[in-house]
C-alpha cells in the first residue's frame, strides 16, 4: 500500500492486510477494522489481498503492492456485515450475515473473485439459511 499516504514508499512487509486470507483471517481483521468491512481485489491467478476498507482504495493498493496500474485486471470489492433487520443499512454493522459487493462486475470481478479459494467456498453459502447465508451484489 505504498501508493497511498501513509504508506508512500513503503515496503511489501509493511503492507496492513491479508494475503490470501481464509474466511476465518477475514472476519478477524473485519472485526478489528474501523467500519467492520474490508476492500479486496483478487486477480486473475485467484491471488487476494484485503484491508480494512479505512484505509486505501483499490487502486492504490494495486500499485503500491505491483507498480502498475490497475488496467481493470483485478476483481475489486468490499467485504463486510449485513443485518437482515436493519431496513436501512446505513449502519455499519459488526456482526451479521456477510456481504460481498463486487465492483467491476461487467468486466473481470466475480469471475476473478471467484478463482479465490476462500470467496468460492463464501459464494458457495449464499442460498444458504439463516446466519450462514451471504449476500453477494455485483454492481
Known amino acids: 500500500m505504498s501508493a497511498s499516504p501513509p504508506y508512500?514508499?513503503?515496503e511489501w512487509e509493511e503492507f496492513r492486510g491479508l494475503e490470501n486470507p481464509t474466511?476465518?483471517?477475514?472476519?478477524?481483521?473485519?472485526?478489528?477494522s474501523k467500519f467492520y468491512?474490508?476492500?479486496?481485489?483478487?486477480?486473475?491467478?485467484?491471488?487476494?489481498?484485503?484491508?480494512?476498507s479505512d484505509e486505501a482504495l483499490h487502486g492504490a493498493v494495486i500499485f503500491g503492492m505491483t507498480g502498475q496500474k490497475d488496467m481493470n485486471n483485478y476483481a475489486r470489492?468490499?467485504?463486510?456485515?449485513?443485518?437482515i433487520n436493519?431496513?436501512?443499512?446505513?449502519?455499519?454493522?459488526?456482526?451479521?450475515n456477510l456481504r460481498v459487493?463486487?465492483?467491476n462486475s461487467r468486466s473481470v470481478g466475480t469471475d476473478f473473485a471467484l478463482k479465490n479459494r476462500t470467496?468460492?467456498?463464501i459464494a458457495k453459502?449464499?442460498?444458504?439459511?439463516g446466519d450462514d447465508k451471504v449476500f453477494w451484489s455485483d454492481l
Open 8 to 10: 508512500k514508499g513503503a
Open 125 to 129: 453459502r449464499i442460498n444458504d439459511k
Open 77 to 83: 470489492g468490499v467485504i463486510g456485515y449485513f443485518d
Open 37 to 52: 468491512q474490508l476492500r479486496f481485489t483478487v486477480d486473475d491467478k485467484g491471488k487476494m489481498w484485503a484491508w480494512d
Open 23 to 32: 474466511e476465518r483471517e477475514l472476519v478477524a481483521i473485519m472485526n478489528k
Open 101 to 103: 459487493i463486487i465492483y
Open 86 to 96: 436493519d431496513k436501512s443499512g446505513a449502519t455499519p454493522h459488526k456482526s451479521g
Open 119 to 121: 470467496m468460492k467456498a
